[in-house]
């Protein structure tokens, strides 16, 4: 295929509708048809990524495996396409900012007056071109964050326009919006969505496809209605419904024909309708895994979004052991030695969630003393790691004292430690390890028994690191290094033999699990814990 597509993913009415999803799964639909196909979000936020910012105002910070720290729609889109993504994926109004200004500095405007427009727009439609341009992608899907009347979301809502003009059949535009139910007249409202498609209109973008988010099912009459209020195709109203889980939407948007609509609005051949053989198969077996397998997630944050992709490659694992992931968040700041037994003790598994700083760590110990002498199938990740070696170390080893230097910067017994070439870095952004290392595993352990190879590459995001003085000790009384980086010889998983399953991973597998390739540890964490 000649020239690449770009389809555009705004959102209106409310935040939280589901673009990434909408995104996730017109990528899905196209790539079963055989094209190639990335996804990109374009937040319209300051900060120059989401490393920054904490989950409460933003969720989970996802990894990419060029070591960016990006927006967590970034794991819907390689959960469902099975595609790496970059740091050219997720672009926020800061890094356009900062790559104009910089460009102003070096002298690149020749005396002009940086403006918006064209100089910001610009810089915005680079990028949103730059995907394809370089990779010759058949379809780049580009979602904006934020909703329509955002003053943040304007200049790129201003670049849609300009760039449908410019690419003419080339683009196509899919706006999401919410119906909402009145209970009290039994009825759903179109309004919502003709205002948001007015402002859409009033910045100049003619949407072609409206993708309505309803907790009740859409008559043909509403769909006439909102086709003849917004300028759109009746056939091109979609209604997107409430599903039992994500993985269906793709299901419910082919049932509708929305990729057939994107064929036609871009010219392209409309051929047979893909079957999505194994993706059928997969939610076959999720539908029909109605056993509970509890699992017990420590962490300090009690929302969802804050642990999004542990939740998803959990859920993935249960399904491919035929259960279903009952997850029970457990908030490590209410943790202690009276109340752990109540609640750790109904869990067939445990995992200790990655973290930063020293809020809810103790906690975490208290878990984890809990878990390890009781046997509990237990999968430390990053921070969680960190802990089962400062607990092993502070009441096997008999180092009261021990900890992470994060936490406690002068104890003798700094088992996790900061590296010699990082103490010199004083800014909190970008200095982490940080995108995927090679770790090579040791035969004979329960990790290389789980990933089936001795050679793997998983994501980082942290600053310290095991000690490695202290690694014969850890492996004389009982805790193995098992994993090492061939270059640096880090420590990047321990685990304890004599237990059912106790390990624990520097790096977050839970970034490269997928819905067509569930990653093997939380595989191999889930079936020890259904053992349980
Ligand atoms: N705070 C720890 C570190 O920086 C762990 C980070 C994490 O869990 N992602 O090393």
């Given amino acids: 295929m000649a020239e690449t597509k770009y389809i555009f993913v705004t959102g209106g009415v409310a935040s939280s509708l589901g673009k990434g999803i909408i995104s996730s799964s017109i990528g899905k639909l196209l790539q079963a048809r055989g094209y190639s196909v990335t996804i990109q979000k374009f937040d319209p936020y300051i900060n120059i990524d989401p490393g920054t910012l904490n989950p409460y105002e933003h969720g989970e910070c996802y990894v990419t495996v060029d070591g960016h720290e990006a927006d967590l729609d970034l794991g819907h889109y390689e959960r469902f396409l099975g595609i790496q993504t970059t740091k050219a994926n997720n672009i926020t109004t800061g890094r356009i900012y900062k790559s104009v200004i910089d460009k102003e500095r070096r002298g690149d405007y020749l005396g002009k007056t940086i403006q918006i427009i064209p100089h910001i727009t610009d810089e915005i439609k680079r990028n949103v071109k730059l995907l394809g341009n370089k990779y010759k992608y058949d379809f780049v899907i580009t979602e904006i964050g934020g909703t329509v009347g955002d003053i943040e979301s304007l200049p790129y809502l201003e670049s849609i326009r300009q760039l449908k003009w410019e690419l003419g059949r080339n683009a196509v535009c899919v706006h999401l919006t919410y119906v909402p139910y009145l209970a009290a007249a039994g009825e759903l409202k179109t309004k919502p969505t003709q205002h948001s498609v007015k402002e859409l209109q009033s910045v100049g973008i003619q949407p072609d496809i409206l993708v309505l988010r309803t907790e009740h099912d859409l008559s043909l009459n509403l769909r006439k209605k909102v086709a ?7 056939t091109a109203v979609i209604q997107s419904k409430d599903q039992p889980t994500i993985y269906e939407v793709p299901l419910r948007m082919q049932e509708q024909h929305l990729d057939e609509i994107i064929l036609r609005k871009v010219g392209l051949p409309v051929g047979e309708t893909p079957a999505l053989g194994p993706w059928r198969d997969f939610l076959d ?5 109605t056993e509970a397998v509890h699992i017990g997630l420590v962490g300090k944050y009690d929302l969802q979004d804050a642990y999004k992709s542990i939740l998803e490659a959990l859920s993935q694992a249960a399904t491919y052991n035929d259960r279903k992931a009952d997850i029970h968040f457990i908030n490590s700041e209410k943790l202690n030695e009276q109340n752990v037994e109540e609640q750790l003790s109904p869990m067939d598994g445990v995992i200790i969630c990655p973290g930063f700083g020293q809020r809810g760590i103790e906690g975490k110990f208290v878990a984890l003393k809990y878990c390890r002498t009781h046997n509990v199938p237990t999968f430390g990740i990053c921070l969680g790691m960190q802990c089962m070696a400062i607990e092993f170390a502070r009441n096997v080893l008999g180092y009261a004292d021990a900890n992470s230097r994060e936490m406690d910067e002068k104890t003798p017994h700094n088992v996790i430690d900061i590296m010699e070439e990082q103490k010199s870095i004083t800014h909190m952004g970008g200095t982490m390890r940080l995108g995927a290392y090679e ?16 050679h793997i590459q998983e994501r980082h995001r942290h600053r310290y690191e095991f000690n490695n003085d202290f690694k014969a000790e850890f492996e004389k009384a009982g805790m193995n290094c098992v994993g090492l980086n061939p270059e640096s010889d880090l420590v990047e998983i321990i685990e304890i033999p004599t237990l059912k399953w106790y390990i624990g991973t520097q790096f977050h597998p839970e970034y490269s699990s997928t819905v067509l390739k569930p990653h093997p540890l939380f595989l191999s964490f889930v079936k020890a814990a259904i053992a349980q």
Avoid at 228 to 234: A, R, S
Avoid at 285 to 289: P, Q, S
Avoid at 440 to 448: D, Q, Y
């Fill in 285 to 289: 077996r999720r539908h029909r895994a």
């Fill in 228 to 234: 003849l209020f917004c300028n759109v195709d009746e």
């Fill in 439 to 454: 770790c090579i595993l040791k035969p004979g352990s329960r990790a290389m028994e789980a990933y089936q190879t001795d």
